[in-house]
């Protein structure tokens, strides 16, 4: 028998024993070392799973890494006891997001398993926890890409969460230094700070728009006063967020939103009018995995400071309480 974490209805997440997978001659078994708590866990949890069918159970964790168990003899290209990294998105079986496989568990199976494709050898000196943050660090640096974020620039990122360091990260590396990072947790405004970032500010205790007038300067939009910042990035998701920046914005400034929306929000297309401003959206990493795996030898040390909490499989549920406290990071699951 195996463990896995299942969604069982809204709210409803048990530790579950299971028989071990089946492997078709096409597929692999992954014995799973790490996978960590993404916010689409909770979201999932909380709408009570993703294609659940009635009396079903959704099987989650998509953030992982560990070692090749078993091969299928039609596998040419994966050997027993490597070490890997999945990626869920090209899965057959969409570990973790509505599949019928998830990560917290013992063992995944992975089908239609293919080197390059939805299996990726973790790096030399790369420990299984930091190999398990090549997904969330995909999803971040997809949301760079999207911006189309260039050295020099003057950017924004709202949320210091694990997404939004991980941009923050990512946008240091790429030679941005002046960057901004909003959150209301003093924790993670150190880890930003830990980071590089040139000011870790605390929007509700500011008026953010005198301090972003201080440190990137002014520009003019017809009779009003803008903000100099160039770009903004949006991984916190506040209803507020969208107008406000629209409000303070200068002319041909640049935002993407990476965050999760579950409702409308309102925003001001008058004033977004009169900026030529642009919005843009990311989710997901259609290419990014590859530069992402690629970079972790170089990043390692920056990357230790993305996690926050380390717990065992058997105490899921006290580490999933860690996880949606807005002082966590990245949380991971040893298994």
Same mark, same amino acid.
């Given at each position: ?38 916010? %689409? ?36 290209? $994966? ?10 998105? +090209? ?5 973790? %997001? ?8 013992? /063992? ?46 003057? $950017? ?11 941009? /923050? ?59 100099? +910042? ?10 507020? $967020? ?9 002319? /041909? ?9 579950? /409702? ?72």
């Amino acid at each position: 028998m195996r463990r896995i974490i299942n969604i069982h209805g809204v709210d409803d997440v048990r530790l579950d024993h299971i028989s071990p997978p089946c492997p078709d001659d096409a597929d692999i078994v992954v014995d799973v070392r790490a996978c960590g708590i993404c916010g %689409s866990d909770l979201t999932y949890i909380k709408a009570g799973g993703i294609h659940r069918q009635p009396n079903g159970v959704t099987p989650i964790g998509h953030e992982l890494s560990g070692d090749v168990a078993y091969v299928g003899k039609s596998v040419t290209d $994966i050997t027993v006891g490597q070490r890997v990294i999945l990626n869920p998105m +090209t899965t057959p079986s969409a570990i973790g %997001s509505g599949g019928s496989e998830g990560a917290f568990s013992d /063992q995944v199976l992975v089908r239609q398993a293919s080197l390059g494709i939805n299996v990726f050898p973790v790096p030399d000196g790369i420990s299984y926890d930091i190999a398990a943050l090549a997904e969330p660090l995909a999803v971040a640096l997809h949301g760079v890409n999207r911006l189309q974020a260039r050295a020099g620039e003057k $950017i924004v990122v709202f949320g210091c969460g694990p997404i939004g360091l991980a941009i /923050q990260l990512w946008l240091l590396d790429r030679g941005i230094h002046d960057v901004i990072a909003l959150d209301v947790a003093d924790s993670r405004l150190a880890r930003a700070s830990a980071l590089g970032v040139r000011a870790a500010l605390n929007p509700t205790k500011i008026n953010l728009v005198d301090a972003l007038k201080k440190l990137h300067g002014t520009a003019r939009v017809f009779s009003r006063e803008a903000v100099g +910042t160039d770009a903004y990035i949006d991984a916190a998701g506040a209803t507020n $967020i969208l107008s406000d920046v629209v409000n303070m914005a200068k002319y /041909q400034s640049r935002m993407a939103v990476t965050a999760a929306y579950l /409702q409308p929000v309102q925003i001001p297309l008058g004033a977004m009018l009169t900026t030529e401003m642009s919005l843009t959206t990311a989710v997901g990493y259609p290419t990014e995995m590859p530069t992402v795996i690629e970079a972790m030898p170089r990043l390692k040390n920056q990357l230790e400071q993305l996690i926050s909490h380390r717990f065992s499989l058997d105490n899921f549920f006290p580490a999933l309480d860690i996880a949606r406290a807005p002082s966590s990071a990245k949380v991971i699951i040893n298994i």
